[in-house]
Structures are given as structure tokens and as C-alpha cells.
């Protein structure tokens, strides 16, 4: 005699949200679609092919959605069709812990498919790379990619955009919201973020201005506190992006830090420094692990001496971005004649 699994209308009901996240998720996928694939041209960039990929991937992701469902619905139907009194277990028992147990495996399915979609909409916010080919800089690579807010840096119609933190403008400069010692840990590892100090005694006697390019060394900044370890990959990063001189070495530490006090970079990666240098396609040095020839040579004093700096609160400009110094037309925002060139976009 066949003996019914309990659970089985529970686990019925589960599915079906599968499927209705599912649903609803492929939706949303295939209007993100449509979106990218208006954005043809921003600002004489061609993102056309930029665009194709990520349209592709989303497609991807939509398949992969519709064939979970549709596994999920088989499996489900599977369940309420075995027969316990095959195994040798008691049958209650069996029962109701495999339901409990496929029941909640598919709880979490649910839930990650229904969260997942926040987590594109915040993959989406960071448009398209517009690579310099012609670029002839002496640094080994730039950053590559700006998340939506900041200025001239969207390739996608702004009308197109959700902001993925409502309560934060889009632009808003966190800095002065950052008034006590915080604590603050991610998967990259714990920072230590505090309130700077104006009147901290520095040598920023070896340090330049040049307010016409938008470059002004500051002081009592926001602070932060890194591990030895995350230390030393922000020595390697910095040491590879910058031309090692003071001045350009504190403008890329500058604009890390920036980041971390912009809403919409802290939105898309959050205010760890690390978490902004190891984010996906933002610093080549760190994709490419180039980086990491700093690891077994010597550190320039310069590079060692701007990161201790800007992380003890010193910056020397408000931007969020630069590009390599070859990048004739990105920018005439520089603080050397060698280092990179500076701005929003």
C-alpha cells in the first residue's frame, strides 16, 4: 500500500512561488533588455557592443530562470508520486522530515531568486566601459567603470535609472555624515572608519596644489583603519596606478577614498576601500593581479607615504574617477605631467 508524504500540498504551494518569482524575475530581465538595448550611443561613445554583451548575459540569466522553475515543478511532482513504504524508515518520520527539509530548500530558491533581482538592478547601475585604445600612459591601467549618478558617466538614458538607495542623492557626499568611530566589515574584511582630524600634524610639505584643475590638498577628512594585509594590496594598487610621484600618488588613494564617501559608489560597493578596489571591473592592475609584483619589491616611499596620508584624512581632489594619462580626450585634470588624468566621468 502507498503511503502519502505529508507536506506535499506546502511544498505544491512553494513551487508555485518559484514559479511566480520566476515569472516575475524573467519579466524584469527581458524590460532590462529592452533598456540596454536603446542605449546605442552616449555622449560619442559607442557602447553598441558593450550593450550586446550584457543584453546576452541577461538572456542567460532569464533561460536559467525559466529552466529552474520548470526542474523545480518535475521534482515537485516527483515527491507527492514516491512511495515511502519503499525505504525502510518509519514512514511519519521520513516524511516529515523530507518535507520540512524540501520544503525549505525551496523556501531559499524562492527568496534568492525574488533578491536576486535588487542585486541586478544594482548590476545594471554600473554602465559600459568606454576603453581608450589610443591610450599611450605609462600607467599599467585605469578605472574602468562609474556607477549611475555620477556625471557624464551614464551610457544608458537617465530617465532609464533606479536609484537602488532612495534615501541617498544620488551624488550626496557622505563625508560629513561620517561623525563617529565606526566598525564596518564586508566579505573583503573589517576597516575602521572615523571622523578625521583638522588639525592632525602631517608633512604635507611635499604635496602640490593646483586649484585651476580642480587639485587642493586637504586635511580632517574621514580616516580609515586597514589590516596589514589590505594594507599592502592598496600599497600594490596604488604603486601601479599612479606615476609614484607624491601629488598623482595621493590623487588615486584620493579617489578611492572618495568613493567611499560618494552615496552611489557606497551603493554599489559599499565603504570599505577594499570592497571599491576589488569590485569587478574597476581597477585592471587588480583583475589582471599585476598588482601583485609589489608584493616581492621594494614600495616607493612616495606611494607609502600619500596611502598613510589619505588614509589619515588628507585628499587632494573631489573626483571619482580617472583615467590613464594617455587619455588625451578624457580630461586636462592633472596634478603632474605624468600622472592621470581626473574627473567625473
Known amino acids: ?48 557592443t558593450a550593450g550586446n554583451i550584457l543584453k546576452n548575459n541577461l538572456k ?32 511519519d518520520t521520513f516524511s516529515l522530515s523530507l518535507g520540512n527539509k524540501i520544503g525549505g530548500f525551496i523556501s531559499g530558491i524562492v527568496t534568492s531568486y525574488t533578491t536576486g533581482l535588487d542585486k541586478i538592478g544594482k548590476a545594471i547601475m554600473v554602465p559600459f566601459t568606454n576603453n581608450d585604445e589610443n591610450s599611450n600612459s605609462n600607467n599599467q591601467s585605469e578605472m574602468q567603470s562609474t556607477p549611475e549618478g555620477q556625471k557624464n558617466s551614464v551610457a544608458i538614458p537617465r530617465s532609464e535609472y533606479v536609484n537602488p538607495n532612495p534615501e541617498l542623492k544620488e551624488t550626496g557626499n557622505l563625508r560629513d555624515k561620517i561623525t563617529q568611530r565606526t566598525t564596518y ?16 600634524d602631517l608633512d604635507l610639505s611635499v604635496y602640490h596644489n593646483n586649484p585651476a584643475t580642480g587639485f587642493q590638498v586637504t586635511t580632517g577628512n574621514p580616516t580609515y583603519e586597514l589590516s596589514q594585509q589590505d594594507l599592502q594590496l592598496m600599497y600594490g594598487l596604488v604603486a601601479s596606478e599612479s606615476d609614484k610621484t607624491y601629488d598623482d600618488a595621493l590623487g588615486v588613494a584620493t579617489t578611492i577614498l572618495n568613493r567611499c564617501e560618494t552615496s552611489n559608489w557606497v551603493n554599489a560597493h559599499s565603504q570599505n576601500p577594499i570592497e571599491q578596489i576589488t569590485a569587478p571591473g574597476q581597477f585592471e592592475v587588480y583583475s589582471k593581479g599585476t598588482y601583485k609584483q609589489w608584493q616581492t619589491r621594494e614600495l616607493p616611499e612616495t606611494v607609502v607615504k600619500a596611502v598613510n596620508d589619505a588614509l589619515s584624512g588628507v585628499r587632494n581632489h573631489d573626483y571619482c574617477y580617472f583615467r590613464s594619462n594617455g587619455s588625451n580626450s578624457y580630461s586636462d585634470n592633472m596634478i603632474t605631467q605624468t600622472g592621470n588624468r581626473y574627473g567625473y566621468k
Open 185 to 200: 566589515t564586508t566579505n573583503k574584511g573589517t576597516v575602521v572608519i572615523s571622523p578625521g582630524d583638522p588639525n592632525v
Open 60 to 91: 542567460v540569466l532569464s533561460n536559467d530562470m525559466k529552466n529552474a522553475a520548470k526542474n523545480m515543478k518535475s521534482y515537485s511532482t516527483g515527491i507527492e508520486n514516491l512511495d515511502v513504504d519503499d525505504f525502510t524508515t518509519q514512514s
Open 1 to 48: 500500500m502507498k503511503t502519502e508524504i505529508n507536506n506535499v500540498p506546502e511544498l505544491a504551494g512553494l513551487t508555485e512561488k518559484l514559479i511566480a518569482s520566476s515569472n516575475e524575475l524573467t519579466e524584469s530581465l527581458d524590460n532590462l533588455k529592452s533598456i540596454v538595448g536603446r542605449a546605442k550611443d552616449y555622449d560619442g561613445i559607442d557602447v553598441t
